[in-house]
């Protein structure tokens, strides 16, 4: 399991706050036609490498019976990809609801003692990533096996410092993306004021 230690040399298993698990067992309840109990699918390509969910991805997928809550994101649970480049995403209010794909393992927490949104940070972390691409197999998709997060040591930090680090991540996040979009904005000005200036030439127009 992840650790997580609350002081310095302690640690504990994170199976007293909380669990990893891997979905594939949804297989079996997946039905072949039309269902009365469709969900959403959490795929790779709703993963981006921001560790953003973009749900344009998401496909449809059909059971054969209502699925329980277990079986479904949570609030606060966090999905790691099993391949390159092993991103983790955090679910919200807009992701709960959906069926994972078993390309993922899915943590989650059970306990106030660790914070989600500061593992979300930390197991995007350069330091962690590395440690992931040494465990992973050697072939095209370089998985990494799920059992390896179930011995991932995770220094000592306190609830307080993790609150401190997981709130400085999300607003950094909201403000990259905020910037993204100024960016996205003014290149679609300039092609346009561009464009149109081009056009005027074109025609002849002062």
Avoid at 4 to 16: L, P, Q, S, T
Avoid at 76 to 98: C, H, N, S
Wanted: proline content about 1%; charged content about 30%.
């Amino acid at each position: 399991m992840l650790f997580i230690a609350h002081d310095k040399g302690v640690k504990y298993e994170i199976r007293r706050y909380g669990k990893c698990q891997l979905w594939a067992c949804i297989s079996k309840k997946t039905s072949k036609k039309t269902s009365e109990y469709r969900y959403k699918l959490l795929n790779l390509r709703c993963i981006r490498e921001d560790g953003e969910i973009d749900l344009n991805g998401a496909d449809n997928y059909e059971a054969i019976e209502q699925l329980k809550d277990e079986h479904l994101t949570k609030v606060g649970d966090i999905v790691v990809r099993l391949t390159a480049p092993y991103t983790a995403v955090l679910i919200d209010e807009t992701t709960a609801g959906m069926v994972i794909s078993s390309n993922f393992v899915v943590i989650r927490i059970r306990d106030n003692q660790l914070l989600p949104e500061y593992l979300y940070w930390l197991l995007n972390t350069s330091q962690i990533k590395r440690d992931i691409y040494k465990n992973s197999t050697g072939n095209m998709l370089s998985a990494v096996n799920a059992k390896y997060f179930m011995g991932l040591d995770i220094a000592a930090v306190s609830r307080e410092k993790q609150q401190n680090i997981a709130d400085l991540f999300l607003l950094g996040k909201k403000e990259v993306k905020l910037l993204k979009d100024l960016v996205e904005q003014k290149e679609k000005f300039y092609t346009f004021i561009l464009n149109n200036e081009y056009t005027k030439f074109v025609n002849g127009d002062k």
